[in-house]
């Protein structure tokens, strides 16, 4: 099966646990996480939360002290979205929101519509990077921020072999525990092994052309949070 297909089905399949799972495995902090990659995400008008799945980075938003006045939340999952929709609805916001099931490498956008993207935790789910990058530069106006919060590879040798200990061996484990599936959580981790580390990841957005590309680690790089500006100029 083509990995867009997989990542389709397998995240329709676990949405139901999806949250849960989240908190549980990140022991919280993935909360904590998104407030601090939507704060780098500052005060813009129309939002993309790409590759949104149950919403959380757009409720965090939503939540936030300048909120965005639009988001606009894209998956491929209808089952993920509908749990987005369904928890949107009950948060007291000023932010308007909207759902699209599309895929994130083509668009049914015009061409510089937003001034931010943002993205939690779906780097490694990508197909095809510089495809879904050209889209998300097409999509954008000059001066538009790009956010993406993922896990990552931490840079330290003691905090790297604790993580790929809790991650590679304890996480498959007990999620199976709780879902019952257990292939889902154990393509979690060999996601993030075949995935650039993140320097990596900054060299390839340069060869793709983006200029303005940075990033910051989080607990060492446990995760990490890129932030990416609109190519200059087109290649
Ligand atoms: C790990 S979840 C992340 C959900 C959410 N952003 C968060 O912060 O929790 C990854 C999501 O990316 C979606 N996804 C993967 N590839 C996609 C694509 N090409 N276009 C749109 N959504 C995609 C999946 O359906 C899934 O809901």
């Known amino acids: 099966m083509a990995k867009k297909s997989f990542v389709k089905k397998m995240f329709s399949e676990i949405a139901g646990d999806y949250d849960k799972l989240n908190r549980i495995i990140s022991l919280n902090l993935d909360l904590r996480w998104r407030k601090k990659a939507v704060k780098l995400?500052?005060?813009?008008?129309?939002?993309?939360?790409?590759?949104?799945?149950?919403?959380?980075?757009?409720?965090?938003?939503?939540?936030?002290?300048?909120p965005p006045k639009v988001i606009v939340l894209v998956d491929l999952s209808p089952e993920m979205l509908k749990l987005a929709k369904q928890k949107l609805s009950e948060i007291s916001t000023k932010t308007k929101s909207l759902f699209i099931i599309a895929d994130g490498e083509s668009l049914p956008f015009q061409s510089e519509l937003f001034d931010g993207?943002?993205?939690?935790?779906?780097?490694?789910?990508?197909?095809?990077?510089?495809?879904?990058?050209?889209?998300?530069?097409?999509?954008?106006?000059?001066?538009?921020?790009?956010v993406f919060l993922d896990?990552?590879?931490?840079?330290?040798?003691?905090?790297?072999?604790?993580?790929?200990?809790?991650?590679?061996?304890?996480?498959?484990?007990?999620?199976?525990?709780?879902?019952?599936?257990?292939?889902?959580?154990?393509?979690?981790?060999?996601?993030?092994?075949?995935?650039?580390?993140?320097?990596?990841?900054?060299?390839?957005?340069?060869e793709l052309g983006f200029q303005d590309v940075s990033y910051q680690n989080i607990l060492t790089g446990i995760g990490?949070?890129?932030?990416?500006?609109?190519?200059?100029?087109?290649k």
């Open 151 to 206: 896990i990552a590879h931490p840079e330290n040798k003691m905090v790297s072999k604790l993580f790929y200990l809790y991650f590679y061996k304890f996480v498959p484990f007990f999620t199976k525990f709780i879902t019952g599936k257990d292939y889902a959580y154990r393509y979690l981790p060999s996601s993030l092994r075949i995935f650039y580390k993140q320097k990596e990841f900054i060299k390839l957005l340069n």
């Open 224 to 234: 990490a949070i890129y932030r990416i500006r609109k190519r200059l100029e087109r």
């Open 41 to 66: 995400t500052g005060k813009r008008e129309l939002v993309l939360d790409i590759c949104a799945g149950t919403g959380d980075m757009a409720m965090i938003y939503a939540q936030d002290t300048i």
């Open 117 to 146: 993207v943002i993205m939690g935790f779906a780097l490694r789910n990508l197909e095809n990077i510089p495809k879904f990058m050209a889209e998300l530069d097409r999509i954008t106006k000059d001066n538009s921020e790009m």
